[in-house]
Protein backbone atom coordinates (compact mmCIF):
# COMPACT_ATOMS: atom_id res chain seq x y z
CA UNK A 1 0.00 0.00 0.00
CA UNK A 2 1.45 3.15 -1.16
CA UNK A 3 1.83 5.84 1.57
CA UNK A 4 2.10 8.90 -0.81
CA UNK A 5 -1.50 10.62 -1.40
CA UNK A 6 -2.17 11.21 -4.58
CA UNK A 7 -4.98 14.38 -5.41
CA UNK A 8 -5.42 12.92 -8.97
CA UNK A 9 -9.14 11.41 -7.38
CA UNK A 10 -12.11 13.97 -8.17
CA UNK A 11 -13.77 15.36 -4.76
CA UNK A 12 -16.19 12.94 -3.02
CA UNK A 13 -19.89 13.90 -2.79
CA UNK A 14 -21.62 13.81 0.55
CA UNK A 15 -23.79 10.89 0.03
CA UNK A 16 -20.55 8.69 -0.66
CA UNK A 17 -18.90 10.19 2.55
CA UNK A 18 -22.70 9.35 4.51
CA UNK A 19 -22.41 6.05 3.00
CA UNK A 20 -19.18 4.78 3.86
CA UNK A 21 -19.74 6.30 7.54
CA UNK A 22 -22.53 4.55 7.77
CA UNK A 23 -21.43 1.37 7.01
CA UNK A 24 -18.88 1.38 9.37
CA UNK A 25 -20.83 1.97 11.98
CA UNK A 26 -23.48 -0.71 10.82
CA UNK A 27 -20.40 -3.18 11.00
CA UNK A 28 -19.00 -2.00 14.34
CA UNK A 29 -22.58 -2.66 16.06
CA UNK A 30 -21.94 -6.39 14.83
CA UNK A 31 -21.01 -7.80 18.15
CA UNK A 32 -21.71 -11.99 18.72
CA UNK A 33 -21.56 -12.90 22.29
CA UNK A 34 -18.86 -15.00 22.77
CA UNK A 35 -21.34 -18.02 23.89
CA UNK A 36 -22.40 -18.46 20.20
CA UNK A 37 -20.80 -20.07 17.32
CA UNK A 38 -17.47 -18.94 16.26
CA UNK A 39 -17.44 -17.13 12.75
CA UNK A 40 -16.03 -19.17 10.07
CA UNK A 41 -12.59 -17.91 8.71
CA UNK A 42 -12.82 -15.10 6.18
CA UNK A 43 -11.62 -14.74 3.01
CA UNK A 44 -8.71 -13.18 4.64
CA UNK A 45 -7.48 -16.02 6.42
CA UNK A 46 -4.92 -18.13 4.63
CA UNK A 47 -5.41 -19.48 1.32
CA UNK A 48 -4.24 -23.06 2.88
CA UNK A 49 -7.40 -23.10 5.25
CA UNK A 50 -9.98 -21.48 2.97
CA UNK A 51 -9.14 -23.62 0.02
CA UNK A 52 -9.64 -26.99 1.91
CA UNK A 53 -12.54 -25.55 3.60
CA UNK A 54 -10.72 -25.19 7.21
CA UNK A 55 -9.42 -27.76 9.12
CA UNK A 56 -10.62 -31.25 9.57
CA UNK A 57 -11.72 -32.52 13.00
CA UNK A 58 -10.18 -35.77 14.38
CA UNK A 59 -12.23 -38.88 13.48
CA UNK A 60 -12.69 -39.71 17.49
CA UNK A 61 -14.83 -36.09 17.73
CA UNK A 62 -17.84 -35.07 15.70
CA UNK A 63 -17.72 -32.34 13.20
CA UNK A 64 -18.28 -29.55 15.62
CA UNK A 65 -16.81 -30.88 18.86
CA UNK A 66 -17.99 -29.38 22.34
CA UNK A 67 -16.37 -29.37 25.77
CA UNK A 68 -17.84 -32.30 26.41
CA UNK A 69 -16.80 -34.42 23.49
CA UNK A 70 -13.00 -33.22 24.45
CA UNK A 71 -13.33 -34.53 28.09
CA UNK A 72 -15.28 -37.64 27.20
CA UNK A 73 -12.33 -38.35 24.85
CA UNK A 74 -9.54 -37.49 27.36
CA UNK A 75 -10.96 -39.61 30.02
CA UNK A 76 -11.11 -42.49 27.95
CA UNK A 77 -7.58 -41.81 26.48
CA UNK A 78 -5.55 -40.33 29.24
CA UNK A 79 -2.85 -43.26 30.77
CA UNK A 80 -2.68 -40.88 34.02
CA UNK A 81 -6.98 -41.58 34.74
CA UNK A 82 -7.01 -45.37 33.21
CA UNK A 83 -3.56 -46.30 35.87
CA UNK A 84 -5.16 -44.15 38.68
CA UNK A 85 -8.66 -46.36 38.04
CA UNK A 86 -6.20 -50.04 37.42
CA UNK A 87 -4.40 -48.93 40.78
CA UNK A 88 -8.65 -48.55 42.29
CA UNK A 89 -9.26 -51.85 40.72
CA UNK A 90 -6.34 -53.60 42.19
CA UNK A 91 -7.24 -52.20 45.63
CA UNK A 92 -10.67 -53.05 45.39
CA UNK A 93 -9.40 -56.87 44.60
CA UNK A 94 -7.33 -56.55 47.55
CA UNK A 95 -9.62 -55.79 50.05
CA UNK A 96 -12.67 -58.67 48.49
CA UNK A 97 -9.08 -60.88 49.44
CA UNK A 98 -8.11 -59.80 53.10
CA UNK A 99 -9.52 -61.11 55.83
CA UNK A 100 -10.08 -64.43 54.86
CA UNK A 101 -8.57 -67.13 57.35
CA UNK A 102 -4.97 -68.34 56.31
CA UNK A 103 -5.27 -71.40 53.95
CA UNK A 104 -5.09 -74.44 56.08
CA UNK A 105 -1.93 -76.75 56.29
CA UNK A 106 -1.97 -80.42 55.40
CA UNK A 107 1.23 -82.19 57.05
CA UNK A 108 2.61 -85.67 56.23
CA UNK A 109 5.35 -87.48 58.24
CA UNK A 110 7.35 -91.10 57.90
CA UNK A 111 8.25 -93.10 60.78
CA UNK A 112 11.94 -94.27 59.65
CA UNK A 113 11.92 -95.80 62.81
CA UNK A 114 7.97 -97.22 63.29
CA UNK A 115 6.72 -97.17 66.41
CA UNK A 116 5.41 -100.66 67.60
CA UNK A 117 2.55 -100.49 69.82
CA UNK A 118 -0.05 -102.85 70.75
CA UNK A 119 -2.09 -102.63 67.67
CA UNK A 120 1.08 -103.08 65.13
CA UNK A 121 3.85 -100.24 64.03
CA UNK A 122 3.15 -96.91 63.47
CA UNK A 123 4.50 -96.20 59.61
CA UNK A 124 2.99 -92.80 58.78
CA UNK A 125 1.00 -89.93 59.39
CA UNK A 126 -1.24 -87.41 57.51
CA UNK A 127 -2.19 -84.30 59.46
CA UNK A 128 -4.54 -80.95 58.42
CA UNK A 129 -4.14 -77.66 60.75
CA UNK A 130 -5.91 -73.96 60.21
CA UNK A 131 -5.27 -71.24 61.94
CA UNK A 132 -7.51 -69.21 63.62
CA UNK A 133 -6.30 -65.16 64.30
CA UNK A 134 -7.40 -64.04 67.36
CA UNK A 135 -11.09 -62.36 67.32
CA UNK A 136 -11.43 -59.40 65.74
CA UNK A 137 -8.09 -59.43 63.99
CA UNK A 138 -9.44 -60.01 60.83
CA UNK A 139 -11.72 -57.30 60.59
CA UNK A 140 -9.88 -55.12 61.43
CA UNK A 141 -7.56 -56.48 58.32
CA UNK A 142 -10.37 -56.10 56.62
CA UNK A 143 -11.65 -52.35 57.13
CA UNK A 144 -8.04 -51.30 56.86
CA UNK A 145 -7.77 -52.83 52.99
CA UNK A 146 -11.87 -51.27 52.65
CA UNK A 147 -10.65 -47.77 53.68
CA UNK A 148 -7.62 -48.25 51.10
CA UNK A 149 -9.35 -48.95 48.39
CA UNK A 150 -11.61 -46.18 48.95
CA UNK A 151 -8.92 -44.11 49.06
CA UNK A 152 -7.61 -45.28 46.03
CA UNK A 153 -11.27 -44.32 44.47
CA UNK A 154 -10.98 -40.70 45.41
CA UNK A 155 -7.48 -40.39 43.72
CA UNK A 156 -9.09 -41.96 40.73
CA UNK A 157 -11.82 -39.17 40.94
CA UNK A 158 -8.82 -36.34 42.16
CA UNK A 159 -7.07 -37.60 38.70
CA UNK A 160 -10.52 -37.23 36.17
CA UNK A 161 -11.19 -34.12 37.95
CA UNK A 162 -7.60 -32.83 36.85
CA UNK A 163 -7.88 -33.83 33.71
CA UNK A 164 -11.36 -32.31 33.20
CA UNK A 165 -9.83 -28.89 34.29
CA UNK A 166 -6.85 -28.71 32.01
CA UNK A 167 -9.39 -29.81 29.01
CA UNK A 168 -11.90 -26.65 30.06
CA UNK A 169 -8.52 -24.63 30.37
CA UNK A 170 -7.09 -25.07 27.09
CA UNK A 171 -10.20 -25.47 25.34
CA UNK A 172 -11.55 -22.14 27.03
CA UNK A 173 -8.08 -20.04 25.64
CA UNK A 174 -9.16 -22.18 22.30
CA UNK A 175 -12.09 -20.37 22.28
CA UNK A 176 -11.09 -16.71 23.61
CA UNK A 177 -8.63 -16.80 21.00
CA UNK A 178 -11.44 -18.17 17.80
CA UNK A 179 -13.34 -14.98 19.13
CA UNK A 180 -10.17 -12.43 19.33
CA UNK A 181 -9.51 -13.32 15.61
CA UNK A 182 -13.00 -12.67 14.67
CA UNK A 183 -13.18 -9.51 16.45
CA UNK A 184 -10.18 -8.75 15.21
CA UNK A 185 -10.60 -9.57 11.29
CA UNK A 186 -14.18 -7.54 11.66
CA UNK A 187 -12.18 -4.54 12.62
CA UNK A 188 -9.32 -4.76 9.97
CA UNK A 189 -12.95 -4.70 7.58
CA UNK A 190 -13.83 -1.50 9.68
CA UNK A 191 -10.07 -0.17 9.11
CA UNK A 192 -10.48 -0.35 5.54
CA UNK A 193 -13.13 0.94 5.19
CA UNK A 194 -12.12 4.00 7.56
CA UNK A 195 -9.06 4.65 5.36
CA UNK A 196 -11.24 4.88 1.98
CA UNK A 197 -12.98 7.13 3.61
CA UNK A 198 -9.95 9.58 4.61
CA UNK A 199 -8.37 8.58 1.23
CA UNK A 200 -11.41 10.56 -0.25
CA UNK A 201 -11.87 12.92 1.82
CA UNK A 202 -8.07 13.93 1.72
CA UNK A 203 -8.20 13.77 -2.14
CA UNK A 204 -11.30 15.97 -1.74
CA UNK A 205 -8.85 18.33 0.11
CA UNK A 206 -11.04 17.64 3.51
CA UNK A 207 -8.75 15.66 5.20
CA UNK A 208 -4.88 16.37 6.30
CA UNK A 209 -2.40 13.86 5.08
CA UNK A 210 -1.71 13.36 9.03
CA UNK A 211 -5.21 12.11 8.83
CA UNK A 212 -4.65 9.22 5.95
CA UNK A 213 -1.05 8.76 7.74
CA UNK A 214 -2.69 7.81 11.12
CA UNK A 215 -5.34 5.60 9.24
CA UNK A 216 -2.87 3.79 7.27
CA UNK A 217 -0.65 3.09 10.72
CA UNK A 218 -3.71 1.34 11.91
CA UNK A 219 -4.66 -0.30 9.83
CA UNK A 220 -0.74 -1.87 9.43
CA UNK A 221 -1.06 -2.43 13.00
CA UNK A 222 -4.31 -4.51 13.09
CA UNK A 223 -2.62 -6.48 10.27
CA UNK A 224 -0.08 -7.58 12.10
CA UNK A 225 -2.33 -7.85 15.61
CA UNK A 226 -4.45 -10.05 13.67
CA UNK A 227 -1.27 -12.70 12.01
CA UNK A 228 0.01 -12.70 15.35
CA UNK A 229 -3.52 -13.94 16.62
CA UNK A 230 -3.47 -16.46 13.53
CA UNK A 231 -0.35 -17.15 14.06
CA UNK A 232 -1.53 -18.11 17.72
CA UNK A 233 -3.70 -21.03 16.51
CA UNK A 234 -1.71 -23.70 15.85
CA UNK A 235 0.06 -23.82 19.23
CA UNK A 236 -3.14 -23.69 21.62
CA UNK A 237 -4.69 -26.00 19.22
CA UNK A 238 -2.20 -28.15 19.72
CA UNK A 239 -2.24 -27.51 23.70
CA UNK A 240 -5.80 -28.90 23.52
CA UNK A 241 -5.13 -31.99 21.76
CA UNK A 242 -2.08 -32.61 23.64
CA UNK A 243 -4.80 -32.38 27.17
CA UNK A 244 -6.99 -34.17 25.28
CA UNK A 245 -5.20 -36.84 23.93
CA UNK A 246 -5.29 -36.08 20.30
CA UNK A 247 -3.07 -36.49 17.58
CA UNK A 248 -1.86 -32.73 17.12
CA UNK A 249 -0.86 -33.17 12.89
CA UNK A 250 -4.09 -31.12 11.96
CA UNK A 251 -5.51 -27.57 13.25
CA UNK A 252 -8.48 -28.43 15.64
CA UNK A 253 -11.90 -26.82 14.74
CA UNK A 254 -12.93 -23.42 16.37
CA UNK A 255 -14.59 -24.16 19.52
CA UNK A 256 -18.32 -23.26 18.53
CA UNK A 257 -19.53 -22.35 22.19
CA UNK A 258 -18.38 -21.91 25.79
CA UNK A 259 -19.86 -23.86 28.47
CA UNK A 260 -23.06 -22.55 29.79
CA UNK A 261 -22.41 -20.85 33.38
CA UNK A 262 -23.79 -23.27 36.60
CA UNK A 263 -25.07 -22.32 40.32
CA UNK A 264 -22.08 -22.22 42.44
CA UNK A 265 -22.02 -22.71 46.15
CA UNK A 266 -20.61 -19.97 48.41
CA UNK A 267 -20.07 -19.40 52.10
CA UNK A 268 -21.02 -21.59 54.09
CA UNK A 269 -22.26 -23.73 51.60
CA UNK A 270 -19.11 -24.10 49.35
CA UNK A 271 -17.30 -25.33 52.66
CA UNK A 272 -19.93 -27.76 53.12
CA UNK A 273 -19.33 -29.44 49.81
CA UNK A 274 -15.92 -29.15 49.95
CA UNK A 275 -15.57 -30.91 53.06
CA UNK A 276 -18.23 -33.65 51.57
CA UNK A 277 -16.80 -34.46 47.97
CA UNK A 278 -13.36 -33.16 47.54
CA UNK A 279 -11.66 -36.07 46.60
CA UNK A 280 -7.75 -35.06 48.65
CA UNK A 281 -10.25 -34.71 51.58
CA UNK A 282 -12.00 -37.52 51.22
CA UNK A 283 -8.95 -39.98 50.32
CA UNK A 284 -7.19 -38.81 53.48
CA UNK A 285 -10.20 -39.36 55.63
CA UNK A 286 -10.33 -43.31 54.24
CA UNK A 287 -6.61 -42.97 55.03
CA UNK A 288 -7.75 -41.81 58.82
CA UNK A 289 -9.80 -44.46 58.71
CA UNK A 290 -7.44 -47.23 57.52
CA UNK A 291 -4.49 -46.25 60.07
CA UNK A 292 -7.42 -46.66 62.68
CA UNK A 293 -7.98 -50.16 61.74
CA UNK A 294 -4.33 -50.36 61.29
CA UNK A 295 -4.35 -49.59 65.01
CA UNK A 296 -7.01 -51.57 65.90
CA UNK A 297 -5.33 -54.84 64.54
CA UNK A 298 -1.55 -54.01 66.42
CA UNK A 299 -3.28 -53.91 69.30
CA UNK A 300 -5.42 -57.45 68.40
CA UNK A 301 -1.46 -58.59 67.78
CA UNK A 302 -0.69 -59.23 71.05
CA UNK A 303 -3.07 -61.89 71.83
CA UNK A 304 -2.32 -65.40 70.34
CA UNK A 305 -3.63 -66.98 67.62
CA UNK A 306 -5.48 -70.36 67.46
CA UNK A 307 -4.22 -73.39 65.57
CA UNK A 308 -6.86 -76.50 65.33
CA UNK A 309 -6.00 -79.95 63.50
CA UNK A 310 -5.83 -83.21 63.59
CA UNK A 311 -3.19 -85.94 62.81
CA UNK A 312 -4.30 -89.35 61.22
CA UNK A 313 -1.68 -92.82 61.86
CA UNK A 314 -1.60 -95.21 59.44
CA UNK A 315 -0.39 -98.06 61.64
CA UNK A 316 0.38 -101.78 60.45
CA UNK A 317 -0.37 -105.32 61.23
CA UNK A 318 0.17 -106.57 64.68
CA UNK A 319 2.94 -108.57 64.93
CA UNK A 320 0.73 -111.05 67.66
CA UNK A 321 -2.99 -111.06 67.21
CA UNK A 322 -5.08 -108.83 68.78
CA UNK A 323 -7.76 -106.86 68.62
CA UNK A 324 -8.11 -103.83 66.87
CA UNK A 325 -4.71 -105.12 64.92
CA UNK A 326 -4.13 -102.18 62.46
CA UNK A 327 -6.30 -99.76 63.68
CA UNK A 328 -5.29 -96.25 62.61
CA UNK A 329 -5.41 -93.59 65.49
CA UNK A 330 -6.75 -90.01 65.09
CA UNK A 331 -4.95 -87.47 66.94
CA UNK A 332 -7.13 -83.69 67.95
CA UNK A 333 -5.01 -81.09 67.96
CA UNK A 334 -4.84 -77.70 69.66
CA UNK A 335 -1.97 -74.84 69.65
CA UNK A 336 -1.22 -71.11 70.51
CA UNK A 337 1.94 -69.05 69.65
CA UNK A 338 3.23 -67.33 72.38
CA UNK A 339 3.51 -63.35 71.41
CA UNK A 340 6.80 -63.09 73.78
CA UNK A 341 8.30 -60.03 72.00
CA UNK A 342 6.46 -57.65 73.91
CA UNK A 343 9.16 -54.86 72.01
CA UNK A 344 7.99 -55.73 68.58
CA UNK A 345 3.99 -55.90 69.58
CA UNK A 346 4.67 -52.33 70.85
CA UNK A 347 7.01 -50.48 68.10
CA UNK A 348 4.16 -52.08 66.10
CA UNK A 349 1.42 -50.12 68.20
CA UNK A 350 3.46 -47.31 68.85
CA UNK A 351 3.50 -46.90 64.45
CA UNK A 352 0.23 -47.67 64.20
CA UNK A 353 -0.50 -44.76 66.31
CA UNK A 354 1.54 -42.42 64.77
CA UNK A 355 0.18 -43.43 61.48
CA UNK A 356 -3.39 -42.19 62.39
CA UNK A 357 -1.67 -39.11 64.18
CA UNK A 358 -0.08 -38.22 60.61
CA UNK A 359 -3.13 -38.99 58.77
CA UNK A 360 -5.38 -36.57 61.42
CA UNK A 361 -2.81 -33.80 61.06
CA UNK A 362 -2.48 -34.40 57.39
CA UNK A 363 -6.53 -33.90 57.59
CA UNK A 364 -6.87 -30.89 59.30
CA UNK A 365 -3.99 -29.21 57.23
CA UNK A 366 -5.44 -30.10 54.06
CA UNK A 367 -9.05 -28.86 55.24
CA UNK A 368 -7.54 -25.58 56.08
CA UNK A 369 -5.61 -25.26 52.69
CA UNK A 370 -8.43 -26.32 50.59
CA UNK A 371 -10.72 -23.98 52.37
CA UNK A 372 -8.30 -20.99 51.47
CA UNK A 373 -8.22 -21.74 47.91
CA UNK A 374 -12.07 -22.45 47.33
CA UNK A 375 -12.43 -18.62 48.93
CA UNK A 376 -10.01 -17.60 46.10
CA UNK A 377 -11.07 -19.37 43.89
CA UNK A 378 -14.83 -18.05 44.34
CA UNK A 379 -13.38 -14.82 44.11
CA UNK A 380 -11.85 -15.14 41.06
CA UNK A 381 -15.16 -16.77 39.73
CA UNK A 382 -17.29 -13.61 40.81
CA UNK A 383 -14.66 -11.23 39.61
CA UNK A 384 -15.11 -12.92 36.24
CA UNK A 385 -18.82 -12.43 36.24
CA UNK A 386 -18.49 -9.33 37.70
CA UNK A 387 -16.65 -7.99 34.83
CA UNK A 388 -18.75 -10.45 31.91
CA UNK A 389 -21.64 -7.96 33.65
CA UNK A 390 -19.95 -4.88 33.24
CA UNK A 391 -18.75 -5.13 29.73
CA UNK A 392 -22.09 -6.57 28.39
CA UNK A 393 -24.27 -4.55 29.42
CA UNK A 394 -22.29 -0.92 29.74
CA UNK A 395 -18.94 -0.73 29.06
CA UNK A 396 -19.52 -2.62 25.25
CA UNK A 397 -23.12 -0.42 24.21
CA UNK A 398 -21.29 2.92 25.91
CA UNK A 399 -18.11 2.15 23.56
CA UNK A 400 -20.46 1.91 20.52
CA UNK A 401 -22.52 5.11 20.96
CA UNK A 402 -18.55 6.79 21.71
CA UNK A 403 -17.65 5.56 18.00
CA UNK A 404 -21.02 6.17 16.55
CA UNK A 405 -20.90 9.84 18.10
CA UNK A 406 -16.88 10.31 17.08
CA UNK A 407 -17.97 9.08 13.12
CA UNK A 408 -20.67 11.40 13.33
CA UNK A 409 -18.73 14.84 14.50
CA UNK A 410 -15.65 13.65 12.07
CA UNK A 411 -18.60 13.63 9.31
CA UNK A 412 -19.09 16.76 10.05
CA UNK A 413 -16.08 18.42 10.50
CA UNK A 414 -16.44 19.03 13.89
CA UNK A 415 -13.90 16.55 14.85
CA UNK A 416 -10.70 15.45 14.18
CA UNK A 417 -9.79 11.91 13.31
CA UNK A 418 -7.58 11.22 16.16
CA UNK A 419 -11.06 11.12 17.98
CA UNK A 420 -12.41 9.17 15.69
CA UNK A 421 -9.54 6.29 15.59
CA UNK A 422 -9.32 6.40 19.78
CA UNK A 423 -13.16 5.67 20.06
CA UNK A 424 -12.66 2.36 17.52
CA UNK A 425 -9.60 1.14 19.43
CA UNK A 426 -11.99 1.38 22.74
CA UNK A 427 -14.64 -0.59 21.23
CA UNK A 428 -11.86 -3.48 20.35
CA UNK A 429 -10.20 -2.88 24.24
CA UNK A 430 -13.93 -3.57 25.23
CA UNK A 431 -15.16 -6.40 23.04
CA UNK A 432 -11.69 -8.21 23.72
CA UNK A 433 -12.18 -7.40 27.55
CA UNK A 434 -15.65 -9.18 27.36
CA UNK A 435 -14.59 -12.22 25.41
CA UNK A 436 -11.37 -12.61 27.66
CA UNK A 437 -13.90 -12.51 31.01
CA UNK A 438 -16.05 -14.90 29.31
CA UNK A 439 -13.30 -16.95 28.86
CA UNK A 440 -12.09 -16.41 32.16
CA UNK A 441 -15.47 -17.57 34.16
CA UNK A 442 -15.67 -20.56 32.38
CA UNK A 443 -12.23 -21.44 33.33
CA UNK A 444 -12.91 -20.47 37.56
CA UNK A 445 -16.14 -22.26 37.27
CA UNK A 446 -13.78 -25.37 36.47
CA UNK A 447 -11.30 -24.77 39.01
CA UNK A 448 -14.08 -24.28 41.59
CA UNK A 449 -15.81 -27.24 40.57
CA UNK A 450 -12.48 -29.02 40.34
CA UNK A 451 -11.75 -28.16 44.59
CA UNK A 452 -15.64 -28.91 45.44
CA UNK A 453 -15.28 -32.53 43.39
CA UNK A 454 -17.83 -31.70 40.87
CA UNK A 455 -17.45 -33.76 37.80
CA UNK A 456 -20.59 -33.02 36.51
CA UNK A 457 -19.72 -35.48 32.84
CA UNK A 458 -18.29 -38.81 35.32
CA UNK A 459 -20.56 -41.59 35.33
CA UNK A 460 -22.87 -41.85 38.43
CA UNK A 461 -20.05 -44.41 39.49
CA UNK A 462 -17.59 -42.28 39.50
CA UNK A 463 -19.34 -39.44 41.62
CA UNK A 464 -18.04 -40.60 44.83
CA UNK A 465 -21.37 -40.59 45.35
CA UNK A 466 -22.16 -44.48 45.82
CA UNK A 467 -21.84 -46.42 49.11
CA UNK A 468 -17.75 -46.92 50.32
CA UNK A 469 -15.99 -50.36 50.27
CA UNK A 470 -15.76 -50.03 53.98
CA UNK A 471 -19.38 -49.54 55.09
CA UNK A 472 -20.02 -52.72 52.62
CA UNK A 473 -17.05 -54.77 54.50
CA UNK A 474 -17.57 -54.18 57.84
Not at 92 to 116: F, K, N, R
Not at 207 to 235: F, G, H, N, V
Request: glycine fraction near 4%; aromatic fraction near 6%.
Amino acid sequence: MSLRPTRSSPPPSQPLVRAAVAALLALSACVVPLETRAAETSASTSAAETSGGGPEPSAALPADPLLEDYVTHAAEASPSVRAAEARWDAAVEHASSVGALPDPILTYGYYIESVETRVGPQEQKFGLKQKLPWFGKLSSKRRAAAAGADASHERYRAARLALVYDVTEAYCEYAYLARAVEISERRLGLLLGLEEVVRTKYSAGSASYADLMKAQITLAKAESDLDALRDLRAPLSAALAAVAYLPDEQLLPWPTALPEPRPVPTGDAARAELAESNPELLANDHEVDAALASLTFAERSQFPDLVLGFDYIVTGDAVMPVDDSGKDPIVATAAINLPLWFGATRAAVKEAEARRAAALETRDDLEKKFEARVEMALYRLGDAERKVELYSARLVPMARQSLSAAEAAYEAGSSDFDALIAAEETLLEFELSLARALADRAQREAGVDRLLGRDLAAPASDTGEGDDLEENNS
